[in-house]
């Protein structure tokens, strides 16, 4: 960080060192040895620069936490943390951050941005499979030295507990990181996801709290703003297809050649190491990601399935996710949206529970064009 011009105030370091902390638990705390094989009572103490400005936030960050990860969380903050590197400072030719991660989201989000005249640094999290795929996209898009790609490093022996529902707190300790060299009073952040994965309904009753991810989730969002803002950094946390699906930003895209160039070579797998980095094309993602490209238009998806249709007589030694798709529909179509949205907006202000119900509906339709498609409805 030094050698490479970063500066960040205490506020910032010290974000970034919990949110690290916070990665290192999840990783090191096995799930199978908790009383329901999922929820873990974690006591946490983190050692940061400044840890007087973080006091009275701890019951905060534990609630946010506990929508993130599912676990019950009890923090500590105390004297002890790595002191900010001190480096010469460089601004960056840059007016916001956009977090680049190999998807097809991400793609959509930085291609929008240039082609709207912003100036985004990329920020990436290292991961084996996509790293090269980060870099060229970043390159294409803002060129050679507008792309910062960072690994947490978190490294000790033994068995890793494989679900790290908190490994989003990286990217966001990355971004945060980066924001500290951009100008300006107040520097925007985008977190492009489409919003039917932000929400992330539940497919079937089972599926409920952190069994579906909430990396993105907007409670989620507006409550690490409210920390970010009582830490007195000048960021803004911006979900900008929050009321869009994955097959609306593939239509709306503003460069809709750039996109075709690259879109079929993005990542979008749940089980992409599981298939020796290959999309399986039956879980979830992968489902979703078919009905965008169906939603764009036949024959753009050039991405290489395991499974081409999601009819296949194969059994699958995890759950089952184009049956519960299917259910979701039918649940849809013969007890209504709400019934099978349940609690699931609950969260969302009243202005804008319409806008989510409505996002919420279209994505669905566009798994259920799939599973109609492979004769699975």
Known sequence: MKRTGFAPDAATWDFVQLCLAVCAADLACPRATSADGWTRVIDLTVGLHEPVRWIG?????????????????????????????????????????????????????????????????FVSQLAHDDSA???????????PNAHWQWSHGINFPGQREPSTRARSLAFYAFAVLAASRVGGEQVQVFVPENGFICINPPLVPGRVSSLSTKTTHPQFISMMQELLNGMGLSIVLDLPYRFKTKGDMLRECLNQELLEKFASGTTSCGRFRTYNRRHCGRCVPCMIRKGAFHAWGAGRDRTDYKHESLLVAEKSSGPDDAMAAALAVLTVQERGLERFLGATLAFAPTAYRESYRETMSRGLAEVEAILRRDGVL
């Open 57 to 121: 936030f701890e019951e905060h960050v534990e609630k946010m936490l506990k929508l993130l990860t599912g676990d019950y969380w009890k923090l500590h903050f105390v004297v002890g943390g790595e002191a900010p590197p001190a480096g010469k400072v460089e601004a960056a030719p840059h007016d916001c951050v956009c977090l680049l991660s190999g998807g097809l989201d991400s793609l959509v989000g930085g291609i929008d941005l240039v082609s709207q005249g912003r100036r985004p640094v």
């Open 133 to 143: 795929k980060q870099i060229e996209y970043a390159r294409q898009l803002g060129g």
